[in-house]
């Protein structure tokens, strides 16, 4: 069973940086594309980016794109997430994903098998 542990998460101000990590166990980490999602109160789980399996390529939503970063290190099953320019919009629980659907890029919630427990990324104005 594939386990994804995020973890990063916390609070900054409007314009500052946050870097999450997404521990992976129990998988071929390298094997599988893995994304990143979030989700606001009140709100449905978004897509944020994703990065192949192979980091030979990756894909952001509009919202973020030009100021997240994804990338990973198959030697470490850890994937990142680099947050910079951060926005009160931004604020929500953000989870990582991986496994499930194949095809490339993946975007949508159930085109993934697996799921983290999600940290939280606050940012005040």
């Known amino acids: 069973q594939v386990q994804l542990v995020e973890s990063g998460g916390g609070l900054v101000q409007a314009g500052g940086s946050l870097r999450l990590s997404c521990a992976a166990s129990?998988?071929?980490?390298?094997?599988?594309?893995m994304g990143w999602f979030r989700q606001a109160p009140g709100k449905e789980r978004e897509f944020v980016g994703a990065?192949?399996?192979?980091?030979?390529?990756?894909f952001y939503a509009d919202s973020v794109k030009g100021r997240f970063s994804i990338s990973r290190d198959n030697a470490k099953n850890t994937m990142y997430l680099q947050m910079s320019g951060l926005k009160p919009e931004d604020t929500a629980v953000y989870y990582c994903?991986?496994?499930?659907?194949?095809?490339?890029?993946?975007?949508?919630?159930?085109?993934?098998?697996?799921w983290g427990q999600g940290t939280q990324v606050t940012v005040s104005s």
């Open positions: 129990g998988g071929t980490f390298s094997n599988v594309h």
């Open positions: 990065i192949h399996r192979g980091s030979i390529s990756t």
């Open positions: 994903a991986g496994g499930g659907m194949p095809g490339w890029p993946k975007i949508r919630p159930y085109d993934y098998a697996y």
